[in-house]
């Protein structure tokens, strides 16, 4: 009988696959990070054929680690980096260019005209009244435009209907299928400024205002849903794939935030914050994000979502480019060495700033540097800014009505003891983490677990979520708001024009 479920987190740096058993634990795994890509100054690219090798790679390693053959798995979930936008021949099912990462900034320039000429049309807030999200290139229909327009013969081809367009949830889903499914979620589909997350349809009106056919678009299932086989040749026999959600959405669907209010903080690439609004879309006005959480049955859950382009990333540009350390788990002992770190501020602008400022052409930038600044500063301040980019991400969802409590928080980062005390210190609110951090491979695995009956219903999953340890807040107001203050300042000075957050 099959009892465990497979699942595929397909992630900005790396490509995992996690078996677990019905009760969570995870008893296999497979991992392999890939090139990324850097071709112009706020251009970001990976390669689709390193996508599918590692994450097909990283499903037969997590099978052998697991001691298992295929027919062991009752579903596979798959989870993904959002936005991220590929074009595929349908006869070959090759990529036409490289996949457009989600931290692409090539299209900021296009996204500023179309919102000036909607502003004079008395349009200005067309996009966001249907999507739920800003108009900027972080999301996927500039990327597919950019990629028709100057990709050679591909727009001929689409308007023939012979290119498909995925976030990498459906280029995945094609490869295993052997190109037999075309289709993709309701939260990734939210993601890409072309779905009415009211009507839960593409909208034509987007369609035609983004010069897209709609030939190129997948099907939309619910998050927990039929999405075929895999092909039995990849893996050894075929397996039902039963769940597919954004990684953002899938981890919140792990941290088990079902209900209205419930807040997870996800510390990977990037850092994303998202509440859980039930069944009302909440129309943010500090420039946070309405979207889908997940869909079940039908029924849309809706989230408000901060981004935050920068977090492990940051310590990935400290290993690789700046060679501070090896691993990234030694920055938590350099903190513990830090003399002026809390003095130096990092403001991690390297594709540009995310909610609330939403500012595509602010630059990385150290502040606070002295002739006594080592290392260990520079990286405890790097650290820091994660602290301080969440603690945007809070006052802007006060702003609008909406002060989680406490925090639930996962990632690689959700690890380092150093960051999460200080992130407690600087929301003056408690941190939770639990005993399993990588909650958005087991969101995956939840929701095929579900299409499959292995779970009977949300509240069932709940109860797999159990407590590593709480972080309680330790520092004094005065410490709160001076080190606020001085974050705040750094970031006025990066911005491409000095402005306070909307």
């Not at 595929?8 to 995870?26: E, F, L, M």
């Not at 798959?78 to 990529?95: C, F, H, P, S, Y």
């Not at 049309?121 to 999301?139: N, Q």
């Not at 107001?477 to 306070?500: C, F, G, K, P």
Request: with cysteine; charged share 20%; net charge negative.
């Amino acid at each position: 009988m099959s009892q465990y479920l497979l699942a595929i987190d397909q992630g900005t740096t790396s490509s995992r696959a996690i078996i677990y058993s019905r009760d969570g634990k995870k008893i296999g795994l497979g991992q392999q990070e890939y090139t990324q890509h850097f071709p112009q100054d706020g251009w970001v690219e990976h390669d689709p054929e390193d996508i599918w090798d590692t994450t097909l790679s990283s499903c037969r390693h997590a099978l052998a680690k697991a001691g298992i053959q295929a027919t062991d798995i009752a579903s596979i979930g798959i989870t993904n980096q959002r936005e991220t936008t590929v074009l595929w021949d349908r006869a070959t099912g090759k990529a036409i260019y490289r996949a457009i990462v989600w931290q692409d900034r090539r299209t900021a320039g296009f996204c500023q005209q179309l919102q000036q000429k909607l502003e004079a049309e008395g349009r200005a807030d067309f996009i966001r009244s249907r999507t739920g999200l800003l108009l900027d290139s972080y999301f996927s229909a500039t990327k597919i435009r950019w990629i028709l327009d100057n990709v050679p013969g591909a727009r001929d081809a689409a308007n023939a209907g012979n290119l498909a367009f995925g976030t990498i949830d459906s280029f995945l889903l094609w490869r295993l299928t052997n190109g037999q499914r075309h289709a993709t979620d309701a939260s990734n589909a939210s993601r890409t400024l072309l779905f009415n997350i009211h009507t839960q349809q593409w909208d034509t009106d987007l369609l035609a205002l983004f010069d897209i056919p709609p030939s190129l678009l997948p099907e939309v299932l619910d998050s927990a849903a039929n999405f075929g086989e895999t092909d039995a040749s990849l893996l050894g026999s075929s397996v039902p794939i039963g769940g597919i959600a954004g990684d953002q959405q899938a981890a919140t669907f792990g941290q088990a935030c079902f209900e209205p209010g419930m807040t997870k903080s996800t510390y990977g690439t990037g850092c994303f914050m998202l509440m859980n609004t039930g069944n009302k879309i909440i129309e943010s006005r500090h420039n946070l994000l309405s979207t889908v959480a997940w869909r079940l049955e039908g029924q849309p859950t809706f989230a408000l979502e901060g981004s935050i382009f920068m977090a492990g990333a940051t310590m990935q540009w400290l290993r690789d480019k700046m060679q501070f350390f090896s691993d990234s788990a030694e920055s938590e002992a350099m903190s513990a060495n830090a003399t002026y770190g809390e003095s130096v501020m990092f403001v991690p602008a390297f594709t540009g700033l995310g909610a609330p400022w939403w500012d595509s052409e602010a630059r990385g930038a150290i502040y606070g540097l002295t002739r006594d600044t080592g290392i260990e500063d520079i990286v405890t301040a790097a650290l820091l800014s994660v602290c301080y980019q969440t603690r945007d991400l809070i006052d802007a969802m006060a702003s609008d009505g909406l002060s989680p409590t406490r925090i639930r928080v996962d990632g690689g980062m959700a690890a380092n003891n150093f960051v999460m005390q200080r992130l407690a210190d600087l929301l003056n609110c408690p941190v939770d983490r639990p005993q399993v951090t990588e909650t958005t491979a087991l969101g995956a695995a939840c929701l095929a677990g579900l299409q499959c009956g292995m779970y009977k219903s949300t509240d069932e999953i709940s109860q797999l979520w159990q407590l590593d340890k709480t972080f309680d807040p330790g520092q004094s107001e005065q410490w709160r708001h001076q080190q606020y203050q001085r974050w705040h300042d750094a970031v006025n000075r990066t911005l491409s024009t000095h402005r306070q957050p909307e």
